[in-house]
């Protein structure tokens, strides 16, 4: 730029005028590569590439004239015009070319506008080139050729420009008038050039570098100050609203034509016909140009007319009301639908801030929204002419910056009935039909509710399981039930205070969230017992109920599926603690949940990795004293925690489906130690539980077993527990019978404790009849339980079954049960459970003989 501005200073510098050419042959040298260089940033149009090729051809021009030495000054003029046509020709493709083809749309009032610019160009510089040589006529056809198309072609190249100016976008209008700006200096300083150098005028001439060199650098501002067709984040304005040169440029250009004209009028003499006849046929143009504008406009205006109607008619009909808010958020306009919505007060609220007439809790969520734009839908309230709040789901479009709106649009559909319908709705969802109190997902809700405030207000839930149901149900039917299980309900609604929830989970559980401290609930529970306990009238009698309590305390932190753990935790608590009664949640309680939990994982790999074993406890025969059998009993060493009961561990087994891989495991085992004994007499007796008889695998493990190890079937003893035999099936049974026809022997276990009864006997074909623990435990003290097992004993012996005694423990009920003809006893006082070596030496070294010495032999 520095080089351009100097080349310009000595341009139009008097006493540098031989050096005035070279300086605008340099200009236009530095101006095409600036458009060259400039024109090929991203986003601008290929244009800026053509127009670098225009300033070439004068500097052409100029080098062609240097290097002719013309005669005269027409001579000296035709050949600086010859390559300079053909450069302005190039120009005017190119300015033609900045903007998009669309945009140059053919019509009639654009092909007048064009016309119009050619023909004031056309005025303006046969005044600037052709008035200055004098008579037309007296110039050769050559000459004529260049002289005209060099006031063509310039004034085609203002058309062009003054084109791109009406029609360019409006971002990029700056650029527009610059480049126009200029393209007329450029001209026009050719057009005096020419008249100075037909003239003899040489101040004209210097005035003519001047402004050839000031266009040259406005091209170059041209190009640096386009932004493209297509910037990012420049904001539009609205076309409706722009300033429209596109019908003003006519008339600028037929004013700029007239002007010139007139200055030469009264300057230089009358003009000729030439000039007249363009005046005249630029004002027709002009003329005709406002009619069609005006014709144009005329059906604008119609069309708009017919759109603001049709979309009026569309708004109006629409369900949906639209609410436009003004820059201080106030109501300017509202639909008609907004009135069948509210009634007559949506006209009201025209002029009012919006945020005063929603509803005050949906106020601050629509300042919001409205403040950041945020897009989506909001519900908010509105008081219709009836007084009540009508719900409106709203569509925010923050339009503000858009011109042709500037305001924010509110598009509103009524909710109200939708509203209602769900909460309807929501009520069947939170609510037990049953008994009319909250659901498990209302005491869902409220024990949330109450662990987010349980650092301000002590909450605690109890838990509350209703026993007696079943039976119930099976003598008075599935009718009763339910009015006891709504009556229940009643009644524990009456219990409680009014703050605090009651729910019914389903079945016979409820739940209880109440507020107050430890001893107020320990109270509530306590009344919530007795009146579940208290006799029931039904059309069916008397019914007759108890329940089971967790008590857990909603504390700071806890999450929802941990209080929910809690409570199952305490309500099994309860369980083991009996009916009526009620259990608070303790850390043991969570310890023990947490050590089953482990050892449930635990116990899956447990056989993989060698933990478990087998201990052998001898059942004696009384008559010979020596061992007649063995019990093999089933152990676990946990790596960390020990030995593990049986009593604990194999409830796990039966709760995650492991109980017939740890069965089978004992059943390889114990028949493998058996077939390896030195005596080959002893039997060996397999505890069989009732979830491992219900599988219906028992039969298949045994057949693998005794053909794995080579034992004799009749040496093999399953003991099948009372529980086993009331709860066994025909499948089950049909197991039993197979097993004995294989000749492997049956015993019935716990026989006299528990479920155990006399039926059980014939039940399944039983070889032996164990005495249970607690029979034995006072046979030596009690008369009544010695004589029960007398008759046990009797029994078996007419049914053909041996009895044994089990849990043996002293010397006097070793007598005792000898004394009444027992066969077999198996205990602590005989000899506690050892390992399989223990058992192999006692078979080798004493033939199996075990007897304590503080026992008589009578």
Request: glycine share 10%.
């Amino acid at each position: 730029m520095p080089v351009l501005l100097a080349c310009a200073a000595a341009a139009a510098h008097p006493a540098l005028s031989g050096w005035g050419d070279l300086a605008v042959v340099g200009t236009g040298l530095v101006a095409s590569a600036t458009l060259w260089v400039a024109g090929g940033r991203p986003g601008l149009p290929w244009g800026w590439r053509l127009f670098a090729l225009g300033p070439l051809f004068p500097v052409l021009g100029a080098g062609l004239a240097a290097a002719s030495a013309p005669q005269t000054p027409l001579e000296h003029v035709v050949l600086r015009w010859v390559p300079t046509v053909p450069g302005y020709l190039i120009a005017i493709v190119a300015i033609l070319a900045l903007v998009e083809p669309g945009r140059l749309r053919a019509g009639r009032r654009t092909a007048v506008e064009v016309a119009l610019f050619l023909t004031a160009g056309l005025v303006l510089f046969q005044l600037l080139v052709v008035r200055p040589v004098g008579d037309w006529g007296d110039l050769r056809p050559g000459e004529q050729l260049v002289l005209g198309a060099a006031v063509l072609v310039t004034a085609a190249t203002i058309a062009a420009a003054l084109t791109v100016l009406g029609v360019v976008e409006q971002h990029r209008r700056p650029m527009a008038l610059v480049l126009l700006a200029g393209t007329v200096l450029l001209t026009t300083g050719r057009g005096l050039g020419t008249s100075s150098i037909l003239s003899g005028a040489p101040a004209l001439l210097d005035v003519a570098r001047f402004l050839v060199v000031g266009g040259l650098l406005l091209l170059c501002a041209a190009v640096l100050s386009d932004p493209g067709r297509d910037p990012v984040g420049r904001p539009r304005r609205s076309a409706a609203r722009a300033f429209d040169l596109g019908q003003l440029l006519p008339y600028v250009a037929l004013l700029v034509a007239v002007v010139a004209a007139g200055v030469l009028r009264f300057s230089s003499g009358p003009l000729d016909a030439a000039a007249w006849a363009g005046i005249v046929v630029a004002v027709l143009l002009a003329t005709v140009h406002r009619w069609l504008t005006g014709c144009e406009q005329h059906r604008m205006a119609a069309a708009l007319r017919r759109n603001e109607a049709y979309f009026r008619s569309l708004v109006g009909a629409g369900h949906d009301a639209v609410v436009l808010l003004d820059g201080d958020l106030r109501v300017s306009w509202t639909s008609p639908s907004l009135e069948r919505i509210l009634g007559p007060v949506a006209g009201r609220l025209v002029g009012r801030p919006l945020l005063d007439e929603v509803n005050p809790e949906d106020a601050a969520g629509l300042a919001t929204a409205l403040a950041t734009g945020e897009p989506g839908l909001r519900l908010l309230r509105l008081r219709g002419a009836d007084g009540g709040w009508h719900y409106l789901e709203a569509a925010v479009s923050d339009l503000r910056d858009v011109a042709d709106v500037g305001a924010v649009v509110l598009q509103m559909r009524d909710m109200t009935e939708r509203h209602a319908r769900e909460q309807a709705l929501l009520g069947v969802a939170y609510t037990d039909p049953m008994t009319g109190l909250p659901n498990r997902a209302g005491m869902v809700e409220a024990v949330q509710a109450a662990l987010a405030d349980a650092g301000a207000e002590p909450a605690t839930l109890l838990m509350i399981e209703l026993e007696g149901l079943a039976a119930a149900r099976a003598t008075a039917g599935r009718e009763v039930v339910s009015t006891v299980v709504a009556e229940v309900g009643r009644r524990l609604r009456a219990t409680v205070r009014g703050d605090d929830l009651v729910a019914r989970l389903g079945g016979g559980a409820f739940a209880v969230v109440a507020a107050g401290d430890d001893a107020d609930v320990d109270r509530l529970a306590g009344r919530c017992l007795a009146v579940v306990e208290q006799p029931i009238a039904t059309a069916a009698g008397i019914v007759d109920l108890t329940a089971f309590v967790g008590v857990v305390t909603l504390e700071e932190g806890l999450g929802l599926e941990d209080v929910l753990t809690r409570a199952d935790l305490a309500v099994r608590a309860s369980h083991v603690a009996g009916p009526g009664t009620a259990q608070r949640y303790c850390p043991a309680l969570g310890e023990a949940a947490a050590r089953q939990e482990r050892l449930s994982a635990d116990l899956r790999g447990a056989r993989a990795r060698g933990e478990l074993f087998l201990l052998f406890q001898p059942v004696v025969s009384l008559g010979q004293q020596r061992i007649a059998g063995l019990e093999a009993l089933l152990r676990w060493c946990h790596p960390e925690l020990g030995d593990i009961p049986p009593a604990e561990f194999l409830p796990l087994a039966e709760r995650t489906g492991l109980i017939r891989e740890l069965q089978s495991w004992a059943l390889e085992q114990a028949t493998a130690a058996a077939a390896s004994a030195p005596e080959d007499t002893v039997r060996i007796g397999v505890e069989v539980p009732a979830a491992y008889l219900a599988t219906g695998a028992l039969v298949a493990d045994v057949e693998v077993a005794l053909r794995t190890s080579g034992l004799p079937a009749q040496r093999l003893v399953l003991e099948i527990g009372a529980d086993a035999v009331a709860a066994a099936d025909e499948r089950a049974a049909l197991d039993v019978s197979t097993l004995r026809l294989m000749g492997v022997r049956v015993a019935l276990t716990g026989f006299g404790g528990g479920s155990s009864a006399l039926a059980h006997l014939t039940r399944m074909p039983i070889d032996l009849v164990t005495l249970d623990r607690t029979f034995v435990s006072r046979v030596d003290r009690d008369p009544q339980i010695r004589a029960l097992c007398e008759s046990v004993v009797g029994i078996g012996r007419e049914l053909g079954m041996e009895v044994i005694a089990e849990g043996v423990e002293t010397a006097a009920q070793l007598a005792a049960v000898r004394g009444f003809g027992c066969a077999y006893a198996q205990g602590f006082v005989l000899a506690r459970p050892m390992a399989w070596a223990q058992v192999s030496a006692l078979l080798s070294e004493d033939a199996g003989v075990l007897w304590p010495g503080l026992v008589g032999t009578r």
